[in-house]
């Protein structure tokens, strides 16, 4: 595709029109991503996550800095806050790290949903993977919050920072015990604030205790981002892990690869599906014409599967999409 | 199945060993379901959902009261807030509000999320249906949170009361736009607390511009729900909701039985895509054998579909299934 040329040769203009059509799930969406995927694959994922107002876009910022000092190139896909509800509408594309907008080698995106629930992750993996192949070194992602969907994005970054406030203690009660699980660095921000010593106390023994993380060192952080404190810190930590993934060898990239195919092929499959299988109407005709029961979505489900022809037309062909769409 | 005669006639042993084995996602469960599935279709799912410490226990624990005091039957799914970390083993199935335990009119079950990340809404759907069948004339089922997890989850619910506290205004103020595509009743709870009467005038106010509410009523209640101040209204409010929903026809369960039957084919070729694609060894040897490109995922997808043969071994079979496990 010429587009996927052009945004290999650096255009940017072309980078943000495949985003949009990735991002609108066209039919051209595989192909542009099967044309991306082989220019991807040496970009950093840095996932920050943690809840609302805990100071994530202010140390993605400050990490913008540290990272295009060293030459860096750097994207940022902020999934918008307001998107499980508005689509996006409300931030759009509109930049929110102003200092760095006028620097051409970073790129910042923010992420919609509308229409896209669960498939939030997936977007947000297409784009981590354009913006590798269209140059990037580092990709942050930042994302609000700190429940399951936010842990399904996470699961695509190599590096996880998760990052609290003084006052997150009641929600980090909830959610102790597995906690370790998707961080690889504890930031507590806003360190001069009550309460940030003993938060930072608790996230520790929490870490001590985990029996995963035997073979690996989770630090735990104090920050002030807005004042810049603490930053280097963190810098040298995300460093240390990525240094501590390049040690690990290639086992890492193996799982990544299958959960890559299985992500695409069901992906693949859920477009065909919302295709071939749109309204009642239609359903009823399908069951009609089949001779299934009507009123069980599970028996009309294992019916459909058992029929192999049947199953293929309504799972597997995409010959359509290219016309429909 | 003996167990679903047993749960039909009133076993909650059996509804407990059925909820486990649909939980444990073993090849029993698309069984299990589509012959609860005929038995569940008249029961009530009213969401109850909000940040963290809102009080939606307490308003679900009051609720409860009252529905019981009507003579209807209730469950309730807790979605248990630590388990996207946790797995739910902090708290399990542990009975949380407990002045209903001894009712048996009501039965009471936290879900968890190991392993079945992205499953949570599917797992919480088959439960309500296993609770529906078992006789529950009222569901509630309460998550922690407004991320998107949370939305997919609201999904299946009839009615969503959507619960903040006075502190809760900057979460709103990032989602405002959308709030009431969800909500059919807002509730500001601690309606003593400072700013209580300016966040039940903003939330008014946007409930009046949404266009989307034209047909409908979004009632703005006040409750304290520890002191069970707020609750009749609450009540009341639900109730008329309900009698909205059966003055709607059935254009919303065809709607319902469309996308419960996606659901279902989805699931079900994410369980087979789960035993066939295992681990990279596997996918090796397949990539050999076919002679695809190793390196692209998208590319060896592509293929896959297109040998009908292959798909349909890896996305359809599933007569392992019932060996396998």
Same mark, same amino acid.
């Given at each position: 595709m010429e587009l996927v040329q052009r945004m290999l040769q650096g255009d940017q203009r072309a980078l943000a029109r495949l985003m949009t059509l990735v991002e609108s799930r066209g039919p051209e969406r595989r192909r542009i991503m099967s044309e991306v995927y082989p220019h991807a694959r040496r970009t950093r994922v840095l996932g920050i996550t943690g809840p609302p107002g805990a100071g994530k876009s202010t140390l993605a910022d400050r990490l913008v800095s540290r990272f295009r000092g060293r030459g860096l190139r750097v994207g940022v896909l902020a999934i918008d806050p307001s998107s499980p509800f508005s689509g996006g509408a409300l931030l759009g594309d509109r930049i929110r790290m102003s200092r760095h907008s006028g620097d051409r080698g970073v790129f910042i995106r923010s992420l919609g949903t509308r229409g896209n629930r669960g498939g939030l992750a997936r977007a947000t993996r297409e784009f981590a993977l354009l913006l590798g192949a269209y140059g990037k070194d580092v990709v942050i992602v930042e994302t609000v919050g700190v429940g399951q969907t936010e842990l399904d994005i996470m699961d695509l970054a190599h590096s996880v920072v998760v990052v609290f406030v003084p006052e997150s203690g009641d929600v980090i009660q909830t959610m102790k015990a597995g906690l370790t699980e998707i961080a690889d660095v504890f930031v507590v921000n806003t360190a001069d604030r009550e309460g940030a010593d003993r938060l930072v106390a608790e996230l520790r023994a929490m870490v001590e205790i985990d029996p995963q993380r035997a073979d690996r060192e989770i630090p735990v952080l104090m920050t002030q981002a807005f004042k810049d404190v603490g930053l280097d810190e963190l810098d040298d930590a995300i460093t240390r892990h990525w240094q501590y993934l390049d040690s690990q060898g290639d086992g890492w990239e193996d799982q990544a690869f299958v959960d890559e195919l299985r992500d695409v092929l069901i992906e693949q499959v859920r477009d065909?599906?919302? $295709?071939?299988?749109?309204? @009642?109407?239609?359903? $009823?005709?399908?069951?009609? @014409?089949?001779g299934f029961e009507a009123d069980n979505p599970y028996l009309v489900a294992e019916r459909i599967v058992a029929d192999r022809g049947l199953a293929a037309r309504l799972l597997l062909d995409?010959?359509?999409s290219v016309d429909d769409n």
């Open positions: 065909n599906l919302d $295709r071939s299988v749109r309204d @009642a109407a239609q359903v $009823r005709a399908l069951i009609a @014409a089949e995409h010959e359509g």
